[in-house]
């Protein structure tokens, strides 16, 4: 469907398929920045305290859809928090049901939201089980939370010492690693079989960690998986630009108040929902791949996860783009992703 001419492009409507829109006035002020671009969202359950039953699930959803903005056309796709006391019955019920479209697994304490995680995947094994039977996607925060394991390395060793093996024992377990960083994480990704997919957000493909080091602190440019080396901002480039299926869009957009970004324990979570397919695109563009830019972020999610593609279409033109320091998030200051610079496409 995509067509191209010298400025413009279009392709079809896009999703995300990894989004925090939080809840109440702050839900309400950033839900209409991912609505205008995206129509379908895998919304995150990490709220406080975690929605981690179908009713709670359900509750939530319903909060999203009264916050659309008139005259947008959106679908949020929710997912069940898993922990260890999670009930395998409730995860399937909940899925014929249609609640959930996938379920969660935050390592315990592995970031923003995670504390009621799980401690140890061999607690859950029960309900990855049950999810493998019914074809329910698992969705991964892929990082061990070892204090003798550096923060950099956190996502290798989870690859060896827990995702490597949770594939080999459940091979017919669909699995989306979410928010890859690293070469490792992309190598596993392209070695494994079809079952095994990956999102990779707009942030891990611009920056590296410098960003958050070189001449100060950068509050924000920090998010868990933390921004890796160069040579892993390059791997993930060549992955997401490769035209490989396994890929797809997801942005893990993360809002926090400037306030609880600047401080002495800063956030992790980058706010990139403003601009967040602007951002892609110029990765593209840069990488002299704008012809597979509507299968990263239209077609190969919704072929992952089983569900229709999207009729509609969205046109992005070559023009200036500036980002603003600041945007007002219904009443919450937040600093967005590129912010006091410009980029080089503007969604029309």
């Not at 950033?30 to 129509?39: D, G, I, M, S």
């Amino acid at each position: 469907m995509a067509t191209s001419t010298d400025s413009t492009l279009t392709i079809r409507r896009p999703d995300d398929w990894h989004v925090h829109l939080r809840d109440h006035d702050v839900l309400r002020g950033v839900l209409p920045y991912t609505a205008r671009q995206f129509a379908r969202a895998i919304v995150m359950p990490n709220l406080s305290p975690p929605v981690t039953t179908a009713e709670g699930v359900n509750a939530y959803r319903h909060r999203i859809i009264a916050a659309i903005p008139p005259g947008l056309s959106f679908t949020p796709l929710m997912t069940a928090y898993l922990t260890d006391g999670t009930d395998p019955a409730d995860i399937a019920q909940g899925y014929a049901d249609g609640v959930f479209v996938a379920a969660k697994l935050y390592p315990a304490h592995a970031t923003t939201g995670s504390a009621h995680g799980v401690t140890d995947v061999a607690k859950i094994l029960g309900v990855l089980e049950k999810m493998q039977d019914v074809g329910m996607p698992l969705l991964i925060h892929g990082e061990v939370t070892d204090h003798d394991v550096d923060i950099f390395d956190r996502e290798a060793v989870f690859i060896e010492r827990t995702l490597a093996p949770l594939v080999r024992d459940l091979p017919g377990l669909k699995v989306v690693f979410e928010h890859i960083t690293t070469a490792e994480a992309a190598d596993f990704v392209d070695a494994s079989g079809p079952n095994i997919g990956a999102t990779i957000t707009p942030q891990h493909l611009h920056i590296n960690r410098n960003a958050m080091l070189v001449g100060g602190i950068r509050p924000h440019a920090y998010c868990l998986p933390v921004a890796k080396r160069e040579k892993h901002r390059l791997a993930l480039r060549k992955a997401a630009t490769s035209g490989s299926p396994k890929y797809f869009l997801g942005t893990d957009s993360a809002p926090h108040a400037v306030g609880a970004k600047e401080s002495a324990c800063g956030c992790a979570g980058i706010f990139n929902a403003p601009f967040a397919i602007e951002s892609y695109v110029a990765v593209f563009d840069e990488e002299r791949a704008l012809d597979r830019f509507e299968a990263f972020a239209s077609e190969n999610g919704p072929r992952f996860y089983g569900l229709p593609l999207n009729e509609e279409t969205i046109t992005l033109e070559r023009a200036e783009n500036p980002v603003p320091e600041i945007v007002d998030a219904n009443g919450t200051p937040i600093v967005p992703f590129h912010a006091a610079t410009s980029l080089g496409w503007r969604l029309v």
